[in-house]
């Protein structure tokens, strides 16, 4: 009886791992947001990189800020560099640590200015 708890134990341990290692693996996070003016995709690299592509609205500037309530992290706001008409890029240290943010994508162009937040999981 005592082996089989023990080897019950021991493959709920290694599944633990195995689930625990994918979660932190880093890679690339996406996530989509929508306002009234502006529709963004937002895909954040395992360097840290965030690369937004304004899908609805024409986008003259892009600013892109980070927060983690839960452990009291603010990033200062970083302008993000056209890449191509639509494709936006803002490389900085936006991310710091692995965990749940809250990322804020300022939108500006013809139809005025929006904020879209979004909230991604990095894994860094």
Same mark, same amino acid.
């Given at each position: 009886?005592?082996?089989? %708890? =023990?080897?019950? !134990?021991?493959?709920?341990?290694? !599944?633990?791992? $195995? $689930?625990?290692?994918?979660? $932190?693996?880093?890679?690339? $996070?996406?996530?989509? @947001?929508?306002?009234?003016?502006?529709?963004?995709? =937002?895909?954040?690299?395992?360097?840290?990189?965030?690369?937004?592509?304004?899908?609805? @609205? @024409?986008?003259?500037?892009?600013?892109?800020?980070?927060?983690?309530?839960?452990?009291?992290?603010?990033?200062?706001?970083?302008?993000?560099?056209?890449?191509?008409?639509?494709?936006?890029?803002?490389?900085?240290? =936006?991310?710091?640590?692995? @965990?749940?943010?809250?990322?804020?994508?300022?939108?500006?162009?013809?139809?005025?200015?929006?904020? %879209?937040?979004?909230?991604?999981?990095?894994?860094?």
């Amino acid at each position: 009886m005592m082996r089989r %708890i =023990l080897a019950a !134990a021991c493959l709920v341990a290694a !599944a633990m791992t $195995v $689930v625990v290692g994918c979660l $932190v693996r880093p890679g690339p $996070v996406t996530a989509h @947001g929508a306002g009234t003016r502006y529709a963004v995709t =937002l895909t954040i690299d395992g360097t840290g990189t965030a690369d937004i592509v304004v899908d609805r @609205g @024409g986008a003259d500037e892009v600013v892109v800020s980070a927060t983690m309530p839960q452990m009291g992290h603010a990033t200062p706001e970083e302008a993000a560099q056209r890449v191509e008409p639509g494709h936006f890029r803002a490389v900085g240290d =936006l991310f710091p640590m692995s @965990g749940v943010w809250e990322v804020a994508v300022r939108v500006r162009g013809n139809a005025g200015e929006e904020v %879209i937040p979004l909230t991604v999981l990095v894994a860094s």
